[in-house]
């Protein structure tokens, strides 16, 4: 075997060992080696062994056990502060606050040091950023309720070398930003790795890349690409308070090469940096501290991030998630094509990537492949679920070929929001559907608007169909009481269903919305959502007189506003059937709408059969005429019309 193939074959092995085995490899088998050489090559291997030695001499010690120990003990110290203040009434928190978060700030650098400048230990390094990610998170918990002192703190990071050179200055408010800084060092971890050894290190940065996505997020890689920053539209949509300085004053006589970059970014240049071509990629993409060689690698490390992201979207399609790959993909439409199938195979898994499928298609106009999943697996859709649905019905409503099954989609989900609300307002008046109770109804719809006899009636005629309120302790009165804590007012009895109001719970929680759709269904939002994804569809005005008819066919109070207002107004003291109220008034709403619509429609064909029996009589006169001179006979008509009165004849005769 040649000299060559050996040595490569000898790497392979080695680069498969782990760390320990790879050490143990050296000690036993490589270095027992220097012995059988001869001196000239002994000399340069020692004299290569003490130039390393003298490179890594002044690199930063990272020591990941002890900063682990010094951060432990700080949140142990905050923990006890949080307890002793419900005594004394005093606290250390801030202080606890600052003193952890400066100390983690400090490390960053050196990590950035070790990772850019020797380029080394590279796993210790990932591994040190990962720990600072999770302190973060823990000193965020052990708050408390109140993370005020944690959202508010001022971190001043500065990004220096070895020799002093600022590289980039943050001034950030709120502990949670200093992952921006980390995600800034990870993006230079990365492409130094990758300027070291491109081949050999993609499998180790694709399995880093899957940390960073199972702690911050799949989000964070995006950001990453970035150097930490979040997009425009997320920066205007999060309340977050950041600052990027362009300058550092103090340093600004001492180092006349820190460059003012057009952001939020301060950078040092070399004569090593680099200009990026705006035209291919953003700005943010780029530093101007980089070496043509590591700015070289960036496409390579989008691409790492494209390949772990797809690995996500295979899983868990989402809408926010193709989003993020179409902004960090070099041609859109190629994307397009490659996760289309992608999409398609997994839409019918479970009904979130149904979901997320029927928007992601929507997007991307594909009506046809809207067409066959909707037909064949439609059922897997949830109420929360409408707004993918109506999406899509509005994009194919836009091709003519699949416009009758939109609207019948539609009418469909219409009447799914109606039979919903019957049943609804069928547990809340239970004898609403009693024989003697629809006859009342029916006679109280024909008396006068605004009478007093009506309005007794109503009254009268709700109180007997409501459902009586079951008087029932509240599971947290019975808590009290049995604690020996007195009832506060509002909690003596239980609101039957009510079962989200037992629990403090965050009602814009995504992870909730089957819950709520149990307990509490947002119909108000369903059909208004549905109403105006007809209202822009042709042949949509004739279908929702259709489900109008139905509707008042299945719940003829709805005809009257007062009844309605009267049903509203005896739920409204009981918070769990609040959503009935905003259902009975939203349906009120669109029936009132349609009524007139209907009234509308009515006038305008009246005057249209008007218009054309006038048009009738006047071709009949006009033919009646043309006969009577044809056989030459005069006509006495005068020009106002015929007349049968004997003045007039005599008149005329005169």
Excluded at 214 to 240: I, P, Q, Y
Excluded at 473 to 492: C, K, N, S
Aim: charged residues 25%.
């Amino acid at each position: 075997m040649p000299s060559s193939a050996a040595s490569k074959r000898f790497m392979q092995v080695y680069n498969s060992l782990p760390p320990d085995a790879q050490e143990l490899l050296v000690q036993k088998q490589l270095v027992p080696l220097l012995n059988t050489v001869s001196k000239d090559k002994q000399k340069k291997v020692i004299a290569s062994a003490t130039e390393m030695q003298g490179r890594y001499a002044h690199m930063p010690s990272l020591n990941l056990k002890a900063k682990k120990s010094e951060i432990c003990t700080l949140l142990q110290e905050l923990s006890r502060d949080s307890k002793r203040f419900l005594i004394k009434e005093r606290s250390r928190r801030e202080e606890f606050i600052s003193e952890a978060v400066d100390s983690l700030a400090q490390w960053l650098n050196n990590i950035w040091k070790v990772v850019y400048e020797y380029r080394t230990n590279f796993r210790m390094a990932h591994a040190c950023l990962l720990f600072a990610c999770d302190a973060l998170d823990q000193i965020a918990n052990v708050c408390g309720g109140c993370k005020c002192s944690y959202a508010s703190t001022f971190i001043p990071v500065k990004i220096r070398r070895s020799s002093g050179r600022l590289i980039k200055s943050f001034r950030l408010t709120g502990a949670h930003n200093l992952k921006r800084v980390m995600l800034w060092i990870w993006r230079d971890l990365f492409l130094t790795l990758l300027a070291i050894e491109s081949k050999r290190q993609g499998s180790n940065i694709q399995d880093m890349l899957d940390d960073i996505r199972t702690l911050l997020g799949w989000r964070a890689l995006e950001h990453l690409l970035h150097g930490g920053r979040k997009t425009s539209f997320e920066e205007e949509d999060e309340d977050e308070e950041e600052e990027y300085v362009d300058h550092e004053p103090e340093q600004t006589n001492l180092f006349p090469h820190v460059v003012e970059d057009d952001g939020d970014e301060d950078y040092t240049s070399d004569d090593r940096s680099t200009i990026c071509d705006e035209k291919l990629y953003p700005s943010s993409y780029y530093a101007s501290h980089w070496s043509r060689r590591i700015t070289d690698q960036q496409p390579r490390l989008r691409d790492l991030v494209h390949t772990t992201l797809l690995g996500l979207f295979k899983v868990a399609p989402s809408a926010p998630l193709y989003a993020s790959m179409a902004a960090i993909a070099e041609d859109e439409d190629d994307l397009e094509e490659e996760l289309h199938p992608i999409i398609v195979s997994v839409a019918t898994h479970s009904s979130d990537n149904f979901a997320a499928a029927l928007r992601i298609l929507s997007l991307t106009n594909r009506a046809e492949s809207l067409d066959k999943l909707l037909t064949t697996h439609k059922h897997l859709l949830r109420p929360q679920d409408s707004p993918s649905l109506q999406f899509a019905t509005f994009i194919m409503s836009s091709n003519f070929f699949y416009r009758s099954h939109a609207l019948s989609i539609a009418q469909e989900e219409l009447i799914d929001v109606s039979d919903a609300l019957r049943a609804a307002v069928r547990a809340s008046f239970c004898n609403i559907n009693a024989e003697v109770y629809k006859i009342e109804l029916t006679q109280i719809l024909a008396l006068p608007q605004d009478s007093l006899n009506r309005r007794s009636r109503i009254e009268r005629w709700v109180k007997n169909v409501l459902t009586p309120q079951a008087d029932a302790t509240h599971p947290m009165a019975l808590a009290a009481l049995m604690m020996g804590i007195p009832l506060p007012p509002g909690v003596e009895g239980a609101d039957e269903g009510d079962m989200l109001g037992y629990f403090e719970i965050d009602t814009d929680d995504t992870e909730l919305e089957d819950l709520k759709e149990e307990f509490r269904q947002n119909l108000k939002v369903r059909l208004q959502g549905w109403v105006d994804t007809v209202m822009s569809v042709k042949g949509g005005h004739a279908m929702l007189l259709k489900v109008y008819n139905k509707v008042i066919e299945d719940m003829p109070f709805l005809n009257g506003n007062d009844l309605v207002e009267e049903m509203s107004a005896r739920l409204s003291d009981r918070p769990s059937k609040h959503h009935v109220c905003d259902a009975l008034e939203a349906f009120m709403d669109f029936c009132k709408k349609q009524r007139k619509r209907a009234s509308v429609n009515a006038k305008k064909k009246a005057q249209t059969k008007a218009t054309a029996g006038d048009r009738a009589v006047t071709n009949t006169s006009t033919a009646s005429s043309a006969s009577g001179s044809e056989s030459g006979l005069a006509s006495f008509v005068p020009p106002g019309g015929p007349s049968t009165s004997n003045t007039a004849f005599m008149d005329d005769v005169d």
